[in-house]
T-cell receptor, first 114, second 116 residues
Framework: AQSVTQLGSHVSVSEGALVLLRCNYSSSVPPYLFWYVQYPNQGLQLLLKYTSAATLVKGINGFEAEFKKSETSFHLTKPSAHMSDAAEYFCAVSDLGSNYQLIWGAGTKLIIKP | DSGVTQTPKHLITATGQRVTLRCSPRSGDLSVYWYQQSLDQGLQFLIQYYNGEERAKGNILERFSAQQFPDLHSELNLSSLELGDSALYFC???????????????FGPGTRLLVL
């Protein structure tokens, strides 16, 4: 069965530091991969998605993610964290095995230290 | 603003009661999804409707039901409520090509349900 693992329920970085949020998935067929962000008291918003084109995907707000098939990973990065990046981030996968329904990770709360 | 609206924003009710949550999708979107988000279960997919018909079911309890109306708005009905049903309920919509696996889902702001 498809699954998504996000390492670390909380990640804390200093303002200006590199942000790295980890996502690993299990899928036996080429997947579609998504990162969504949830700001406090709001709904989820798409950051970026991988749909089998370029393996390095650029999203909104300076975020990007790289699809690595050999590692079954889709980690989210941002070179320099801003206070406004404090939010919860969700990785999701869909493929034929899930009948193309999104399978969600548990989420990682990003904390930015001043 | 995603263009998806949900009402009400907050709902407080008692165990055993029934409530209805409403969702209006983005203009032109045919698919509507319902999710439950709680601290212990995380984000759980409940059900999807496409152009008025049920398309996929997730972890939806038998006490819960949904429908999508001809004007494409959707309602999620929760009955015989239990304390554990307290959660944030999200609606999302997408362009709705059935089976379009890479579609972006646009989320509403959610309805926060508290069962006392």
């Amino acid at each position: 069965a498809q699954s998504v693992t996000q390492l670390g329920s909380h990640v804390s970085v200093s303002e200006g530091a590199l942000v790295l949020l980890r996502c690993n998935y299990s899928s036996s067929v080429p997947p579609y991969l998504f990162w969504y962000v949830q700001y406090p008291n709001q709904g989820l918003q798409l950051l970026l998605k991988y749909t089998s084109a370029a393996t390095l995907v650029k999203g909104i707000n300076g975020f990007e993610a790289e699809f690595k098939k050999s590692e079954t990973s889709f980690h989210l990065t941002k070179p320099s964290a801003h206070m406004s990046d404090a939010a919860e981030y969700f990785c999701a996968v869909s493929d034929l095995g899930s009948n193309y329904q999104l399978i969600w990770g548990a989420g990682t709360k990003l904390i930015i230290k001043p | 603003d995603s263009g998806v609206t949900q009402t009400p924003k907050h709902l407080i009710t008692a165990t055993g009661q029934r409530v209805t949550l409403r969702c209006s999708p983005r203009s032109g979107d045919l698919s509507v999804y319902w999710y439950q988000q709680s601290l212990d279960q995380g984000l759980q997919f409940l059900i999807q409707y496409y152009n008025g018909e049920e398309r996929a079911k997730g972890n939806i309890l038998e006490r819960f039901s949904a429908q999508q109306f001809p004007d494409l708005h959707s309602e999620l009905n929760l009955s015989s409520l239990e304390l554990g049903d307290s959660a944030l309920y999200f609606c999302a919509s997408s362009g709705g090509l059935a089976g379009a696996s890479s579609e972006t889902q646009y989320f509403g702001p959610g309805t926060r349900l508290l069962v006392l």
